[in-house]
């Protein structure tokens, strides 16, 4: 899909949104809170800009951010879990503006953490933008997967197959898929107006996942920790823009 420069300017509101709600749940988040008093947060950014929530009832999902400490990748359902010293917390959010979508997210530590998280979360946010900095006019699709996988397999992390990015403007998720390693072909050329959430999920064992009887909750097979950094980003003739960064 080509975004026409009235899209762009839609979505480019939304991630501000999005950008904003990533500010102030960072803020917020500390030992005590709950995920229930963050997703609060988000909820409160949203109303007050006028935009609407693209993850409340996205098939039935009951908040409008996920949240994943630890061990959980992804798809974490805000609730009675209290956020305490020493956890990762991934915080994935987004919004909607006349119709358009912004999707990021992003991964913290809560106050001092290990070394080895610490570097997850470095290493991580790291794949992310090596993964956009592919993102010109005239590279591959799966250029993007493949710098990606290069830093965090660098690193001695693993890579999550099993969840990956994808095209994003008026439905979160559309295709093409955007996977975050090299899947064994280059995939279609990249194009100018073409707008994609890109969304590294990087562990410290293996890549394998269990999904929980929530039926959202994803968490690592192994127990291992895990990090997740998303943006929403158009190829333009100047490179990439990123339409969620605070």
Not at 165 to 177: L, R
Request: net charge negative; aromatic share 6%.
């Amino acid at each position: 899909m080509i975004r026409t420069n009235d899209e762009l300017d839609k979505m480019r509101k939304a991630g501000r949104v999005v950008a904003e709600i990533i500010d102030k749940t960072r803020a917020f988040i500390r030992p005590g809170v709950t995920t229930h008093q963050v997703d609060a947060v988000a909820r409160e950014v949203i109303a007050q800009r006028g935009a609407r929530s693209n993850f409340l009832n996205y098939h039935g999902f009951p908040a409008v951010i996920c949240t994943s400490p630890n061990d959980m990748i992804v798809h974490g359902i805000p609730g009675d879990y209290v956020v305490k010293e020493g956890d990762l917390l991934s915080v994935d959010c987004g919004a909607i503006i006349e119709g358009y979508h912004g999707d990021a997210a992003y991964t913290m530590a809560v106050g001092q953490v290990s070394e080895v998280a610490e570097r997850l979360i470095e290493v991580t946010e790291r794949a992310l933008w090596a993964g956009i900095d592919q993102m010109r006019e005239g590279n591959r699709l799966h250029d993007i997967g493949r710098a990606v996988q290069q830093v965090a397999e660098g690193a001695g992390f693993s890579v999550v197959r099993k969840y990956v990015g994808h095209a994003i403007g008026t439905a979160m998720h559309e295709e093409p898929q955007v996977p975050n390693y090299w899947p064994g072909s280059p995939g279609p050329k990249l194009k100018v107006g073409n707008v994609f959430a890109v969304e590294p999920m990087v562990n410290v064992g293996g890549p394998d996942t269990i999904e929980l009887d929530d039926g959202w909750s994803v968490i690592t097979a192994d127990g291992s920790l895990s990090a997740h950094f998303e943006h929403t980003i158009a190829i333009t003739k100047d490179g990439p823009e990123v339409f969620t960064a605070p």
